[in-house]
T-cell receptor, first 114, second 110 residues
Framework: GAGVSQSPSNKVTEKGKDVELRCDPI?????LYWYRQSLGQGLEFLIY????????KSGLPSDRFSAERTGGSVSTLTIQRTQQEDSAVYLC????????????FGPGTRLTVL | KQEVTQIPAALSVPEGENLVLNCSFT??????LQWFRQDPGKGLTSLLL?????REQTSGRLNASLDKSSGRSTLYIAASQPGDSATYLC?????????FGKGTTLSVSS
């Protein structure tokens, strides 16, 4: 596609429910990143996928967070047993091959946990 | 741990002014510095990428510089316009991911 796409654009859920957020990277980009933007916290790294390598999960805040990337393209970020502090905008980015390449961001998914 | 600081946090200028946004980082091992623009409720738009072998990049009215020795980058916006109003984020990369500053919110009045 022309850019990184994410769905849904908004998600409202109740505390304790599981949610799945989807990211479609730019076609041909092998690197995919998830970030989270919380009020007052700025943007923080969550997880990184590069090709078929094991993902870098060093930014995941708890074991309730997980992510998959199927076929080297689409990625799903799953948050289990959501908490109110999970409310944030979740942003996905992709780059041509990771490393020093420019990252391009999607529009984000705004998650609200009631 | 890499930290990125942006000064000022907010800036208001009249249309037509030239302005400079500042970004400083603590890790000299940084090899990328990327500037983004974020409009309210939107994602990030990449403006400029400066790689470690470069000292500056230009795109239209924007010029970004990188001084690794002093740990600083600046984004220069010439002849500002109301459409430039947005939050500008700088991000440094010294490992896998980008480390972001908290941004400078720019307001350009007509």
């Amino acid at each position: 596609g022309a850019g990184v796409s994410q769905s849904p654009s908004n998600k409202v859920t109740e505390k304790g429910k599981d949610v799945e957020l989807r990211c479609d990277p730019i076609s041909g980009h092998t690197a995919l990143y998830w970030y989270r933007q919380s009020l007052g916290q700025g943007l923080e790294f969550l997880i990184y996928f590069q090709g078929n390598s094991a993902p870098d999960k060093s930014g995941l805040p708890s074991d309730r967070f997980s992510a998959e990337r199927t076929g080297g393209s689409v990625s799903t970020l799953t948050i289990q047993r959501t908490q109110q502090e999970d409310s944030a905008v979740y942003l996905c980015a992709s780059s041509f091959s990771g490393g020093s390449n420019e990252q391009f961001f999607g529009p984000g998914t705004r998650l609200t946990v009631l | 741990k890499q930290e990125v600081t942006q000064i000022p946090a907010a800036l208001s200028v009249p249309e037509g002014e030239n302005l400079v946004l500042n970004c400083s980082f603590t890790d000299s091992a940084i090899y990328n510095l990327q500037w983004f623009r974020q409009d309210p409720g939107k994602g990030l738009t990449s403006l400029l990428l400066i790689q470690s072998s470069q000292r500056e990049q230009t795109s239209g009215r924007l010029n970004a510089s990188l001084d690794k020795s002093s740990g600083r980058s600046t984004l220069y916006i010439a002849a500002s316009q109301p459409g430039d109003s947005a939050t500008y984020l700088c991000a440094g990369q010294a490992g896998t991911a980008l480390i972001f500053g908290k941004g400078t919110t720019l307001s350009v009045s007509s």
